[in-house]
């Protein structure tokens, strides 16, 4: 089992920046790709970012390219979201999710272990 914990969330201006970090604790000698979920208020959850265990690959949903970046430190079992250039629509709760596996995955279905959340409000 892995326990996945986010923190980072907050209110901001749009233009603003913040970062998101997920803590794994449990079993985490085992290698996990790492993906970064939102649901904004009346819409479905979706991908925001994915990396794989080794950190040599990275996914972004077009909405986010170039604005925010995904890192890991498997030293530490955190994964981070950094995230620049914050626009209203990007408010959301954001969550973290994990499989074990070295790869990138895109679908919700696909990760077994899933954060509480955190809520991400931009203001315009």
């Known amino acids: 089992q892995v326990q996945l914990v986010e923190s980072g969330g907050g209110l901001v201006q749009a233009g603003g920046s913040l970062r998101l970090s997920c803590a794994a604790s449990?079993?985490?000698?085992?290698?996990?790709?790492m993906g970064w979920f939102r649901r904004a208020p009346g819409k479905e959850r979706s991908l925001v970012a994915a990396?794989?265990?080794?950190?040599?690959?990275?996914y972004y949903a077009d909405s986010v390219k170039g604005r925010f970046t995904i890192s890991r430190d498997n030293a530490n079992n955190t994964v981070y979201l950094q995230m620049n250039s914050l626009k209203p629509e990007d408010t959301a709760v954001y969550y973290c999710?994990?499989?074990?596996?070295?790869?990138?995955?895109?679908?919700?279905?696909?990760?077994?272990?899933w954060g509480q959340g955190t809520q991400v409000t931009v203001s315009s």
């Open positions: 990396i794989n265990w080794s950190g040599s690959s990275t």
């Open positions: 999710a994990s499989r074990a596996a070295n790869d990138i995955y895109y679908y919700a279905w696909q990760y077994y272990y």
């Open positions: 449990g079993r985490t000698s085992v290698g996990y790709a």
